[in-house]
């Protein structure tokens, strides 16, 4: 199972993953199945969902 990443927010940011979280809430308030994961290696928080058979 493969996702796909909608936005990434720099982990080092003031606000710390607020900004993905708000950005996933709004993506699920669309109806999108939007979820905040950390990327540890490029240490940045990802918006994904998960990925469909068209990508």
């Not at 982990?11 to 809430?25: H, N």
């Not at 699920?28 to 068209?54: C, H, I, N, Y």
């Amino acid at each position: 199972m493969g996702a796909k990443v909608l936005e990434r927010f720099p982990a080092g940011s003031p606000r710390g993953s607020w900004p993905a979280e708000e950005f996933a809430a709004a993506r699920r308030a669309q109806g999108e199945p939007a979820t905040v994961v950390m990327d540890l290696k490029s240490d940045a928080f990802l918006v994904v969902v998960p990925a469909s058979d068209d990508d």
